[in-house]
Each structure stands twice: as structure tokens, then as C-alpha cells.
């Protein structure tokens, strides 16, 4: 009896183990396209209004709620925006993605564990 239950309990172990590492990477990936598309979106001139945000996101990725709220707006702002290029409207639309997952329940969690809030 206790062998079948240490066995069932062994495997949970190891699928939560290999889905925590499935998650991290994950979260990497995210992470490293955000920054790339948010690079690609940096303009010298700020012409879109969102370089102030970028940059902070490209360097330390600590930014406050409102702050990721803000940058989801901007990006579907520039999504829309008819004189944006083609090229600025695809990074705006994936970095407002980023944004959303940020913002989803589970990111927010972590986010107010780690602020211990």
C-alpha cells in the first residue's frame, strides 16, 4: 500500500518539477522577444510617445502596475495608429501582449509576493 502511494507521490514531484521548467522557460521567452520588440520600437525621435517607457522596460524590466498599464495603452494606441508603420504596429500589438500577460492573475500574484503586499 505504501509503496503504490510513495510511487503515485514520486511522479507528482516530478511533473510538477517538469512543469515549473516548462513555465521558466517560458516566462524567459517572453521576456527576451518583449525586449527585442520593444528595441525594434525605440525610436531616436519618441515619435510615438513611448520611448520613456521602453527604455525602462529594455533596462531594468521593474516596472510598477501602473506602469505596465500604461505601456499596454500606448502600444494599442500605436497599434492603431495610422502613421505607424507596419513594422511598429506588429511590435506594439506583441509588446501589448507582453503587457497582458504581466498583468494576468498568476504574474500579478508572484508580482505582489515578491513586493510582499
Known amino acids: 500500500m505504501f509503496t503504490g ?3 503515485v507521490t514520486a511522479m507528482f514531484f516530478t511533473i510538477r518539477d517538469r512543469i515549473t521548467r516548462v513555465e521558466t522557460a517560458v516566462e524567459f521567452m517572453i521576456d527576451a522577444t518583449g525586449k527585442l520588440a520593444a528595441k525594434k520600437l525605440h525610436s531616436p525621435d519618441n515619435h510615438l510617445g ?3 517607457l521602453l527604455d525602462k522596460y529594455i533596462e531594468s524590466h521593474q516596472m510598477t502596475l501602473d506602469e505596465w498599464m500604461e505601456l499596454r495603452a500606448l502600444c ?3 497599434k492603431d495608429n495610422p502613421n ?3 513594422s511598429e504596429k506588429v511590435y506594439a500589438e506583441f509588446l501589448a501582449e507582453v503587457c497582458d500577460h504581466k498583468l494576468s492573475p498568476k504574474s500579478l500574484t508572484a508580482y505582489k509576493a515578491a513586493l510582499k503586499i
Open 84 to 86: 505607424a508603420t507596419k
Open 50 to 52: 513611448i520611448d520613456g
Open 5 to 7: 502511494s510513495a510511487a
Open 76 to 78: 494599442l494606441q500605436t
